[in-house]
T-cell receptor, first 112, second 114 residues
């Protein structure tokens, strides 16, 4: 049962553009929503995370927007750079289990 | 230099063989996790442990086993019962900082079947 649905599967953006990746979840017990960045052959690295008590969190060029009523959250990458080319995963967890449930990933390619 | 180490980087398994993947952390984290990643897919939870000498099955535990005898170590054994073991295996550990729980991942072990 896929509890976190992520789209699009792949994304091509021009340098300087905005990259937007969307996720939707089903489990209302989820209370922590991180985004991870993964380069080929490497482990994922935490990019930014949010709790549902806020609707937006910004760190540098990366912003999470969160819509609790719609059970959706998204990652916005402003001024996208070729170095941002990677696979991005959204995830969710609840206080009880703590382990992460991941989306299927979005492969981002930023063209120079 | 704190972090999570996984070894080996590549592992080859013969039919009917059990193999063990190592995961060690020196971050003093209580919780540790094993995930499996297949090409073009997200990570799926195999097993997790929140304290020493205790662990729980994840979503795809069949064909795998773990132990947690020390806080720093959480080895994963891929048994012969796992019929499709070829994948990228990722170990993670976590701390609780403020309102967030941050999971840190190791570099991964790629398992291939001969």
């Amino acid at each position: 049962q896929q509890q976190v649905k992520q789209s699009p599967q792949s994304l091509i953006v021009q340098k300087g553009g905005i990259s937007i990746i969307n996720c939707a979840y089903e489990n209302t017990a989820f209370d922590y929503f991180p985004w991870y960045q993964q380069f080929p052959g490497k482990g994922p690295a935490l990019l930014i995370a949010i709790r549902p008590d806020v609707s937006e969190k910004k760190e540098g060029r990366f912003t999470i927007s969160f819509n609790k009523s719609a059970k959706q959250f998204s990652l916005h990458i402003m001024d996208s750079q070729p170095g941002d080319s990677a696979t991005y995963f959204c995830a969710a967890s609840d206080t009880g289990r703590r382990a992460l449930t991941f989306g299927s990933g979005t492969r981002l390619q930023v063209q120079p | 230099d704190g972090g999570i180490t996984q070894s080996p980087k590549y592992l080859f398994r013969k039919e009917g063989q059990n193999v063990t993947l190592s995961c060690e952390q020196n971050l003093n984290h209580d919780a540790m996790y094993w995930y499996r990643q297949d090409p073009g897919q997200g990570l799926r939870l195999i097993y997790y442990s929140q304290i020493v000498n205790d662990f729980q099955k994840g979503d795809i535990a069949e064909g795998y086993s773990v132990s947690r005898e020390k806080k720093e170590s959480f080895p994963l054994t891929v048994t012969s019962a796992q019929k499709n073991p070829t994948a990228f295996y990722l170990c993670a550990s976590s701390m609780t900082s403020g309102n967030f729980e941050t999971q840190y991942f190791g570099p991964g072990t790629r398992l291939l079947v001969l």
